[in-house]
Structure formats: structure tokens, C-alpha cells
């Protein structure tokens, strides 16, 4: 049961920027962290970032840090990511997840994904 929906992804060029959005009921946002993971074609999924129930921590892939930023609206119970710099190896479906908190000597290190917190995801492709 899909109850994450995602949007804003698209076409760009490399060095382009998109944002994607992420919807979902303030029950979840309220009590579950949060991650956008994605998968290329051929590859596996991997997590991308990550942000805390009350957005006071966030974690990034090595990949994507610097570039990504992850964020929240509450009052919208929305979730974010911003995708500046992109290049042709960010091309992926994006998807959003909710789960729970990953943390890594105190450090939020990432979202353990519920198999039922999860959206249809959205398909980014970045061309150079």
C-alpha cells in the first residue's frame, strides 16, 4: 500500500538542479524518519539521505553530500530534496521511504525502510 507520494522529478542537464517533494500523513512524518533512496538500472538501491521525525538530523550519502540538501514542512507534511550539481550518474528512480532511525556512534547514519512506508518513486535523468 503506497502512502508516500513523490513529485517533481524530471529531465536535466548536468550541473542542473531539481527538487523533489515527498507527501505523506503527519502520523508518519511525526513518528518515522525519513530517506529518499534511489536505483539505476543494473544497480542496487541505495540510500541518499536522511532526516530525523523532527528534522534536527540529517545524513547523506558521500555521493550526494555537498550537492543534496534534505529538508521538511511540517505545517505540509512534506519532505524535500533539493538536487543541485547533478551529474549523469544521479539518473535513477527516485523513491521515498519512511522506517526507522539508523544511528551510527550518535550520528543519524541512515533510514531502515518499513516495507509498507514507501512510494511509487519518480524518475530523474540527468544527461550530460
Known amino acids: 500500500q503506497v502512502q508516500l507520494v513523490e513529485s517533481g522529478g524530471g529531465s536535466v542537464q548536468a550541473g542542473g538542479s531539481l527538487t523533489l517533494s515527498c507527501a505523506a500523513s503527519?502520523?508518519?512524518?511525526?513518528?518515522?524518519?525519513m530517506g529518499w533512496f534511489r536505483q539505476a538500472p543494473g544497480k542496487e538501491r541505495e540510500g541518499v539521505a536522511a532526516?530525523?521525525?523532527?528534522?534536527?538530523?540529517?545524513w547523506y550519502a558521500r555521493s550526494v553530500s555537498g550537492r543534496f540538501t534534505i529538508s521538511k514542512d511540517n505545517a505540509k507534511n512534506r519532505r524535500f530534496l533539493q538536487m543541485n550539481i547533478l551529474k549523469p550518474e544521479d539518473t535513477a528512480m527516485y523513491y521515498c521511504?519512511?522506517?526507522?532511525?539508523?544511528?551510527?556512534?550518535?550520528?543519524?547514519?541512515?533510514?531502515?525502510?518499513?516495507?509498507?512506508?514507501w512510494g511509487q518513486g519518480i524518475q530523474d535523468t540527468v544527461s550530460s
Open positions: 532526516i530525523s521525525t523532527t528534522g534536527g538530523r540529517t
Open positions: 503527519g502520523y508518519i512524518y511525526n513518528n518515522y524518519c
Open positions: 521511504e519512511a522506517g526507522s532511525c539508523v544511528f551510527r556512534n550518535g550520528a543519524l547514519a541512515g533510514v531502515a525502510p518499513d516495507e509498507e512506508l
